[in-house]
């Protein structure tokens, strides 16, 4: 059997270390990398980082590979010291450089392919290939794979592992718009004037740090408090975060399970059992219960006795009642020193670390919500989940405490109907309401989109010869009450549509995969000879999950399935 990877990035790598795994050797596999380095995707390379940019797990919270980070780092001293990382100060619960956390991943891969050639295995990898379009050939069932070279590859099966996608809507046609912060060395000259960020979350920070310390630099008072500086010819540079719920997100704390329960996802059996009693639904309710509630009853029984009769919109206003209530920078503080507090006694924040298991173990069935549930989880449930399990790292927090006491960085809530309008000129219009109700238009010079990486869209998938041939079909959601749906559409929903059977369905972003991560056709035919790895292109099916655990999670699935 011929297997083709498309990508070299950390799913990559997982899926290799599976194949290794396996055992087996009787297959030959081709990985194709746009980049000339395998391991390092774009969060840990110089697409998406610079020097100053960190990771939001640590050490002990990444799954296993050949070796740890600890011994890695032991070995490799000197790399490790580029970046005031040394062998005594090493800590595997604090975050990493993500330059330097790239240079580890990719020399788990290297030796993950040494490991392959030891078995036996053939492993061909292209550096410096993008592919642009892929076909299957239903005569043969062959897939065909498409290079920017115009070079055409053969295969029997082929894993999309292509990772993070950024597309261009604005940028370089408007001057001053920035569809997004990567790669980071594209705002180094952005100094000495207002800038314009939408979102308040990770990817926010991001374009925080290095706007930071493109006009100023940080440094300690004498009580050991970061504090913030601007250079001398900067002094009109400002942040202006804009945030829908005004918010900004919760603070790195001690995880009890550093690896998030990962034994927690329904198994199968669970899944269709409930499905059987449930008109062919996993209600959202049973998997809140589930992982959410039964682990605090366990766990944490006093919190879970204040909450137990709540339903899951009870709890969630619950929760946000506070964060509502308190100036966002005031709760930042005193997260930061709940956290502190978390990490020095090593004693969960049990409720959030609840939530992002909740997260994880939900990302798999989704699929199999109604689109009702589905509906309340997007208004509901994601956007306390968001904010909890960003885990932004304390040194990024204290950064942005310090911005914000300068002076320099700004939040604003501009709720739900904000609306962000490119000015050909330059820059954008950012109109909105204020808390008052009165509508608001500011002209910024230079805007950065930080919302983080998008959900595709079906007709954006950058694989035409699969829409063009319908290999793929755009993910939908089925509605388990007919009536709710026949509302949405009298209040001119234009996700939700009726189809020629007379069932209702509500649009998600992406395409249709099974549970083993194959490309669905619009008959619903499973095709066993494409895999989709690539979180962008399956955000409707799989909602809230991306990163290592989600690459180790996946890669279980699709070997199953794969040899």
């Known amino acids: 059997m011929h297997i083709g990877i498309i990508g070299g990035g950390p799913s990559s790598m997982f899926m290799l270390k599976r194949l290794v795994e396996s055992g087996r050797s009787d297959f030959s596999i081709d990985i194709f990398e746009k980049k000339s380095k395998l391991g390092v995707g774009m969060p840990y390379s110089d697409e998406g980082a610079c020097r100053e940019h960190i990771t939001n797990v640590s050490g002990n919270e990444i799954p296993d590979l050949v070796t740890t980070v600890e011994d890695w780092v032991g070995m490799n001293y000197k790399v490790a010291n580029n970046y005031d990382i040394s062998v005594k100060k090493f800590n595997e619960y604090k975050v990493l450089p993500r330059l330097l956390f790239g240079e580890y991943l990719s020399q788990q891969f290297d030796l993950l392919l040494i490991k392959a050639g030891e078995l036996g295995m053939k492993v061909n990898v292209h550096y410096q290939t993008q592919i642009n379009d892929i076909s299957y050939v239903a005569a043969s069932g062959n897939v065909k ?49 207002t800038i314009a960020i939408r979102g308040a979350s990770l990817t926010a920070i991001d374009a925080l740090r290095t706007l930071a310390l493109n006009n100023g630099s940080f440094s300690y008072d004498s009580m050991g408090k970061k504090v913030y500086r601007l250079k001398e010819n900067c002094s009109e540079f400002r942040i202006v975060l804009h945030s829908r719920n005004g918010m900004l997100p919760a603070v790195r704390f001690h995880l009890e399970d550093s690896h998030l329960a990962k034994d927690s996802v329904l198994d199968q059996k669970e899944v269709e059992a409930v499905r059987a009693q449930n008109d062919g639904f996993l209600p959202l309710d049973y998997v809140y219960k589930r992982n959410f509630l039964d682990g605090l009853k366990i766990h944490r029984p006093d919190f879970y006795e204040l909450i137990k009769d709540l339903s899951m919109e009870d709890f969630v206003e619950l929760m946000m009642i506070r964060r509502e209530e308190t100036p966002a920078f005031d709760l930042l503080k005193a997260e930061y020193a709940e956290a502190q507090r978390s990490i020095k006694l090593k004693r969960s924040v049990y409720w959030k670390e609840m939530l992002a298991i909740l997260s994880f173990a939900m990302n798999y069935p989704a699929k199999y919500f109604s689109a009702e549930d589905m509906l309340r989880l997007q208004k509901t449930l994601m956007p306390l989940v968001s904010i909890v399990i960003a885990f932004a790292p304390q040194d990024s927090v204290e950064e942005m405490i310090a911005l914000h006491e300068a002076g320099i960085l700004q939040l604003i809530k501009v709720g739900e109907k904000s609306e962000v309008r490119p000015d050909e000129k330059g820059g954008v219009n950012y109109r909105y309401f204020d808390e008052t109700g009165q509508k608001v238009s500011l002209h910024y010079n230079t805007f950065i989109d930080c919302i983080g990486q998008p959900h595709l869209n079906f007709d954006e998938i950058p694989f035409p010869g699969l829409i063009s041939k319908q290999i793929i079909a755009a993910a939908r959601i089925k509605f388990r009450n007919k009536q709710i749906a026949k509302t949405y559409l009298d209040k001119g929903a234009k996700n939700v549509y009726r189809d020629d059977s007379g069932d209702f369905y509500l649009k998600v972003p992406g395409i249709t995969i099974d549970d083993h991560f194959r490309v669905v056709d619009n008959s619903g035919a499973i095709n066993e000879k494409i895999y989709m790895m690539a979180v962008p292109f399956i955000g409707g099916f799989n909602p809230d999950y991306s990163g290592l655990d989600f690459g180790e999670a996946a890669s279980a699935r699709i070997i199953e399935k794969l040899i």
């Open 145 to 193: 794979l498409y290079t920017l070279n115009e070079e055409v590859f053969t295969f029997d099966k082929v894993i999309v592992c292509s990772g993070h996608y950024w597309p261009k809507y604005h940028e370089d046609k408007v001057p001053g718009y920035f569809d997004s912060p990567y790669p980071p060395i594209k705002l180094a000259n952005l100094v000495n004037h």
